[in-house]
């Protein structure tokens, strides 16, 4: 195995001052060790820093509720710590006991919430420090696991959610979970601390234990990878560290091009950090794949910047080494040359929602989630719903990208069932009648997520009403757009693709950028800074009109900021353009 580098530097040799902090814990910690164990069974709240940062390979994040912050401060007691926990589920596949497993445990550890993310996981939130063990022993005897949900590591496997309607597709799927175990870390401190391991004393590595792929400091920053069947770009593989984009001929899976390099994280004000849409590198066979992919992963474990996290993903190493170097680097690896890349052809983005025949002759229905929250309130009791039908017909249950979920194999004699059952709920089933946020996104933001600046889960549903109202105001109800919110410009919601992003600058405060595309397939641009929430929709709305007045037959929203560009649409709108 090469020596594990950060920008040619072995970092098992970095003297005192090198490296960033968290590559010093990755290396001290025993395999993912460290002293969890201790400090788990210490009477306490939360645990320290770096055991909080070994913590996110074994999937939950120390959190805190920041709405409580002041008023706690206020009265001289500690922040109220919670753990959000988060399960890896490959392809976002998963049978309907899995399902009740967590709705259970979001009652009896979470909030009474689930969620479902924009990479096919569920998140658990509001877990207290004494019931994460017993959260996690649970979802691993449900066959799932949290381990590398989150961290340093290859997390969750993206792929398309649809129920398999050829052999092709089937295979697409089982390489989307072959993947995920062969990257999934070797160290047995998982099971140790959470499941039914027996402990290691503290201080020591077993002498038998190896991560073959990861070694001891694991990956530079996260890794994320999705496979997307032909035509289809629900798995946003542009955004990917590896995309894998299949190709079949006469029915027949021939092989993916691989592209490499995606990432939508970046920094306020830091112009070295950006979003970056993957490129494409080479193409190979569906024998090639996966030692291809590991081949790609050891690259970024080497020459991945270890120094500076926030220019640690794998994306700035390919734009600044260049593909061509990055292709002969792995061509070197492999020891022989390497496909071109095949030629990819999107058709759009299917979210597979409404009722949809299988193959088999049985029906799949796609619910939409809002923001992938499944919760109860006054007029939507989506969680009870959930749980009713499946306790009830035993479906298979998918998640998506844009955080739904899917429903598959119910019998055609059971869909008026279903159908009112869900309906008693409050639940609808026709897509059409979500309206314009059948196309939107946010992450969590506030009051959970440390990385926060502002809201996005909690206030993006007015925004998106807003826009709605002006939609039909002017003739443009049921046009599709993309809308997408983050509290901070990590990215986690993709709002730099898609027509419309906001992202959090600070509080109640943000950029607006437009000009991508419903296929996800273009970065979009920053249109207006620092734009207060109660401002969001009336900026949007000048630049509605104008494409309701001057676009092209059939063109999309942000095919049309696209094509006109930013500085022509905001001269248009500072000349006094009104709707």
């Known amino acids: 195995m090469d020596d594990l580098k950060g920008n040619g530097t072995n970092l098992l040799q970095l003297g005192p001052g090198t490296g960033s902090k968290v590559e010093r814990i990755k290396i001290e910690s025993r395999h993912l060790r460290g002293r969890v164990a201790e400090e788990l069974q210490e009477d306490t709240t939360r645990f320290s820093e770096d055991q909080v940062q070994l913590l996110k390979f074994h999937g ?23 753990f959000m926990v988060r399960s890896r589920i490959p392809g976002g596949m998963m049978t309907a006991a899995q399902y009740l497993t967590h709705d259970q445990l979001a009652s009896e550890y979470g909030n009474s919430t689930l969620r479902f993310t924009t990479r096919q996981a569920i998140q658990l939130h509001g877990v207290l420090k004494g019931d994460i063990q017993p959260t996690l022993q649970a979802i691993n005897r449900s066959l799932l696991s949290t381990l590398a949900a989150c961290g340093d590591v290859n997390r969750n496997v993206m792929a398309c959610p649809a129920p398999v309607t050829t052999p092709a597709q089937a295979q697409v799927q089982q390489i989307a979970h072959q993947i995920a175990m062969r990257l999934a870390p070797q ?36 890794f994320k990878i999705g496979v997307a069947m032909p035509g289809d770009n629900c798995i946003d593989i542009y955004t990917q560290d590896i995309g894998l984009a299949a190709h079949l001929d006469n029915d027949i899976l021939a092989g993916f091009t691989v592209l490499v390099g ?16 993957a490129t494409p590198l080479c193409f190979v066979t569906p024998d090639e794949v996966l030692e291809v992919v590991t081949t790609i992963v050891t690259i970024q474990r080497d020459y991945g910047d270890r120094t500076n996290r926030k220019h640690a993903r794998m994306k700035y190493l390919v734009e600044e080494q ?62 009870s719903g959930l749980r009713h039908v499946a306790q009830t017909f035993s479906p ?79 003739g443009l109800a049921n046009e599709p757009l993309s809308v997408r919110m983050t509290g901070c410009p990590n990215g986690c919601a993709r709002p730099f693709m898609g027509d419309i992003g906001f992202v959090g600058r600070t509080k109640d405060v943000y950029n607006i950028y437009i000009g ?52 022509a649409l905001r001269v248009q709108v500072e000349q006094g353009y009104a709707s």
Not at 67 to 76: F, I, M
Not at 339 to 367: E, F, M, Y
Not at 436 to 442: C, G, I, P, T, V
Not at 527 to 543: F, I, K, N
Request: hydrophobic share 35%; charged share 25%; with cysteine.
């Open 60 to 82: 939950m994040y120390q959190q805190e509720d920041r709405d409580a912050r002041q008023q706690r401060k206020a009265a001289g007691v500690e922040k109220a710590y919670q």
């Open 322 to 383: 260049g593909i061509t170097w990055f292709k002969l680097e792995l061509e070197r690896r492999l020891g022989r040359i390497l496909s071109a890349p095949r030629t990819i052809a999107w058709k759009g983005v299917n979210d597979h929602l409404g009722w949809l025949r299988q193959s088999d002759g049985r029906w799949c229905l796609g619910l939409h989630v809002e923001n992938g929250r499944v919760k109860d309130d006054a007029t939507i009791r989506l969680r």
């Open 516 to 567: 991508g595309d419903l296929a996800n397939t273009r970065l979009n641009t920053l249109y207006a800074a620092s734009v207060r929430l109660p401002d969001l929709a009336s900026t949007l709305r000048p630049l509605l009109a104008l494409w309701r007045d001057d676009r092209s037959p059939g063109e999309s929203f942000g095919d049309f900021c696209h094509r006109l560009g930013v500085e």
């Open 396 to 474: 298979g249950m998918r998640l998506t990208g844009q955080q739904n979920v899917l429903l598959t194999d119910i019998d055609e004699a059971q869909r008026p069932t279903v159908d009112a059952l869900l309906a008693t709920y409050g639940v609808v089933t026709d897509p059409t009648a979500v309206g314009a946020y059948r196309h939107a996104m946010a992450c969590p933001a506030l009051p959970t997520c440390g990385q926060a600046l502002s809201e996005a889960e909690r206030v993006l549903p007015d925004v998106v009403r807003e826009i709605e109202a002006d939609l039909a105001s002017l």
């Open 187 to 222: 160290s047995r401190a998982y099971h140790e601390l959470w499941v039914d391991g027996e402990q290691v004393p503290t201080g020591e590595t077993p002498s038998d234990e190896v991560e073959p792929i990861y070694g001891p400091t694991y990956l530079p920053r996260k």
């Open 262 to 277: 995606g990432g939508m994280g970046m920094t306020h004000g830091k112009n070295e950090t950006f979003p970056r849409l």
